[in-house]
């Protein structure tokens, strides 16, 4: 049997189906580089978006760091592209800033907020922002620019992709409040001898402010105060010290003075003063008032031991004070060399009377190095070495905690008493005395506990010939934890 072999087809594919095979080949080829290019176009605006995003943060740093004053509708952008980083290109009243290959355009807008937090004022701000609701029980407040609302708005294109975004930023007014402000403020270069001080636009020392309405001076004396004159940009004043040692009428006493100047708007809105020194030095220390002694015989040991000498005096109310000397007479020696006590001991008097003399010390320069000078002299003691009668010894002692610091309280004795020393936790020697009231109030508040109130004290009464008594019965103050 004969074997017949089949012949097989070899023509391959038909046109058509070559052709509906590349049909398929190129949607799907197209459907890959329109997936690829929707990518692409996303992460470029992606980009695009947080580079705005981040121009945004950058443009409000730099409005935080510009001078406060310009944030105002008319100087922003000026003031804004004064910044190099951030000047981009102005055409056409387009303000653009290009980024990483894009171009973005920005507009700039600024409005004054006033924080209803602290109250809103009565009139509001020249170019307010939308007025907030009112913060209930808050006052009305006179100074309404408390921010100021610089607001940003980005545009820009990136393969023909549209993006926008905005965003705002609150600046702080750092003077409170925005009025005029006090451009320049002469500081004398040398301490004022003289008995006044003037600034004026014919004077060497100048005051002048961007314009205003007022300008208020003031000085941390409480006392001096005033308006200058002239406006609205040069003003004028003068600080009268009066005459030294004249009472009860005011005088400016010597030290070192800090005088403010400030200037308002026609709506009584401040600015942010300046402040200099002034160092006033007319004269030396005048007379210590209230200087007195007398001899303690409670400090007598042995027979035949003469006692000490006590004395005090009142402070010496000038700022310059550097300190105080008391000098026994007799043999000139110097008792209780400078210091800032009110008081002093001869620790070993003469046996016979002897006048003593308290003087104060100031400087010569407050400018510079201090070179001490001593004062008016006069005002002495006659120390009679005449024992007096010593009080009884205070009673009935107790102590509490009041505002954070020791509170004395005792009963006092029948005896006539000028005044009460204290001793507080060493001892009742002489080396122990802490503190004296100055009065005969039976109460005594300790200035500078320390880093406890917990302490140990012990009270004598002073009689007239400054005599003292016994001390009292020890007492301990609560401590505060």
């Known amino acids: 049997m004969r074997d017949v072999t089949r012949l097989r087809d070899s023509s391959g594919f038909s046109l058509v189906e070559v052709m509906i095979a590349a049909l398929i080949l190129l949607i799907g080829a197209g459907a890959a580089f329109s997936l690829i290019d929707t990518a692409n176009r996303s992460a470029g605006s992606n980009n695009a978006r947080v580079g705005g995003t981040n121009l945004t943060r950058e443009l409000t740093e730099y409005a935080r760091t510009t001078d406060y004053d310009l944030l105002q509708p008319t100087q922003l952008l000026t003031a804004l592209r004064k910044h190099s980083s951030i000047a981009g290109s102005l055409s056409g009243g387009k303000w653009t800033i290009e980024r990483r290959g894009v171009t973005y355009e920005v507009s700039a807008s600024v409005c004054t907020f006033d924080d209803p937090k602290d109250g809103l004022a009565a009139t509001p701000p020249d170019n307010a922002c939308p007025k907030p609701a009112a913060v209930a029980g808050a006052p009305t407040e006179v100074n309404p620019d408390d921010f100021r609302r610089v607001t940003y708005t980005l545009s820009w294109k990136t393969r023909a992709l549209a993006g926008k975004l905005s965003q705002s930023a609150l600046v702080v007014n750092p003077a409170g409040g925005l009025g005029p402000r006090i451009t320049k403020f002469d500081q004398p270069a040398t301490q004022i001898t003289g008995d006044s001080i003037s600034w004026g636009s014919a004077l060497p020392l100048k005051l002048e402010s961007t314009p205003a309405t ?44 800090t005088v403010t100047a400030q200037a308002y708007d026609s709506r009584g809105v401040p600015g942010e003063g300046k402040v200099i020194l002034v160092h006033v030095n007319r004269h030396p220390p005048g007379p210590v008032s209230g200087f007195a002694g007398g001899y303690n015989t409670s400090r007598v040991k042995a027979i035949g031991d003469k ?34 006590e009110l008081h002093c001991t001869d620790m070993d008097p003469p046996l016979a009377g002897s006048r003593y003399v308290v003087e ?24 009679t ?62 200035p500078d506990p320390g880093s406890t109130t917990a302490h140990k004290y012990w009270v004598t009464a002073v009689g007239p010939s400054f005599n003292e008594s016994p001390v009292s019965a020890p007492v301990l103050s609560p401590p505060v934890t």
């Open 307 to 340: 006692g000490v000498v006590d004395m005090h005096w009142q402070r010496y109310d000038e700022r310059d004070l550097q300190g105080y000397q008391v000098t026994r007479l007799l043999d000139n020696k110097v008792i209780c060399p400078l210091q800032q």
């Open 214 to 257: 007022t300008v208020r001076w003031s000085v941390d004396d409480g006392v001096s105060v005033g308006d200058a004159g002239g406006g609205p940009t040069a003003w004028g004043f003068d600080w009268n010290f009066g005459a030294p040692f004249v009472s009860p009428a005011h005088w400016v006493r010597d030290g070192t003075y």
């Open 385 to 446: 070495l005449v024992a007096g009668p010593a009080p009884a010894a205070p009673t009935n002692l107790t102590a509490s905690v009041v505002d954070g610091k020791p509170t004395l309280t005792w009963t006092p004795p029948a005896d006539p008493v000028q005044f009460y020393r204290i001793y507080r936790d060493t001892g009742t020697n002489l080396g122990d005395r802490y503190d004296e009231t100055f009065n005969r109030d039976a109460t005594y508040t300790d």
């Open 360 to 383: 104060a010390f100031d400087c010569f320069d407050l400018k510079g190095t201090c070179s001490l000078r001593d004062g008016d002299d006069t005002p002495t003691a006659v120390i």
